[in-house]
């Protein structure tokens, strides 16, 4: 592309894990254009992953679900977007929101996945090939290489504030758990049929705690409440109860521990990107190789059933009533696993 673009904008207003999935196109965007001015659009659940990003020039705020929502509002953000000249918008996510942004953004050059309204908007175009390429960040470098730019990395990041990373320093101090190591269970999920059995994570957090000494610390949005205050009145020796924390404090907790452990949903993957030592990724309805984890890390799912996978995203329910793509996942499996991996890394207590 000649000459350079004096102003990008990336559209990206979906969930945590998306927008997390994003980072390493915006960061080989930045590397590619570094005198251009870069902004960035997400929905308000994804300001937090992105609001520390030092590639990032301008954050934009589109509260599509709920004071952005009519369609004039949408008619004067695109005016606003529009009056802001961007040379280039590339959209990695395929909702026909983000097309029509791109749309009227004005902009010369449009680059987006070509399913959906994008096939007439977006030149060059992409096409979003779920079973060629299941991997998600994958798929959103490509939208790069359809560009030429060839030399990008799939490593995933995001910086922790240092005020939430203060403020968990405050409380292992206040705790006396300097020197401890740290385990986080994360149990929920946006979808029912991604969530491991809760009684499989008070067992492992049990385990974790009597025999490998792990303070377990558990993570959750504060409509997950009740499940976290399930496990800590039955859990012992008793874990933190981090419920009711930010999304960015429970990224400080992540950010200090040795160990996390939770299904296929945003905190798993915001573990991977602030450097938690050890993933432990569930994975229930969905693919498990959609994601490329570290070599500490490890993406568990039951073998052998032929109903998986049965969904892109996850499901309500279990559509053959049996759960047993969760339910084969064996505790003391996930337990061997995390072991093993503190033996092979002998310096885990340093």
Known sequence: MS??????????TAFIGDVLFTTPLIRAVKQRFPKSRLSVMVAPRGEFVLRNNPHIDELLILDKRGKDRSLGVMIERIRELRA???DLVMSPHRSWRSAILAWGSGARRKVGFRNGLGRWIYSPSVYYDWE??????ERKLNLLRAMGITQVSNLVEMFVDEHDR???AEIIAAGGLQGKPLAALVPGSHWATKRWILEYYLELGSRLGRELAFQVVLLASPQEKPML???ESRMEPKPLNRAGDSLGMAAAWLERCDVCVGGDTGPTYIAVAVGTKHVIALYGPTRENTFD???????LVKEGLRCHPCSLHGTRSCPVGTLECQTGIWPGRVFEVISNKLHEAADWRK
């Not at 000459?3 to 990206?12: G, M, S, V």
């Not at 984890?293 to 993406?299: L, N, P, Q, T």
């Open 132 to 137: 060629g390429e299941p991997r998600f960040v």
């Open 84 to 86: 802001q000249e961007f």
């Open 3 to 12: 000459p350079d673009p004096d102003k990008i904008l990336i559209i990206q």
């Open 166 to 168: 203060a403020a968990v």
């Open 229 to 231: 205050d399930w496990l």
């Open 293 to 299: 984890f570290r070599e500490g890390d490890a993406a």
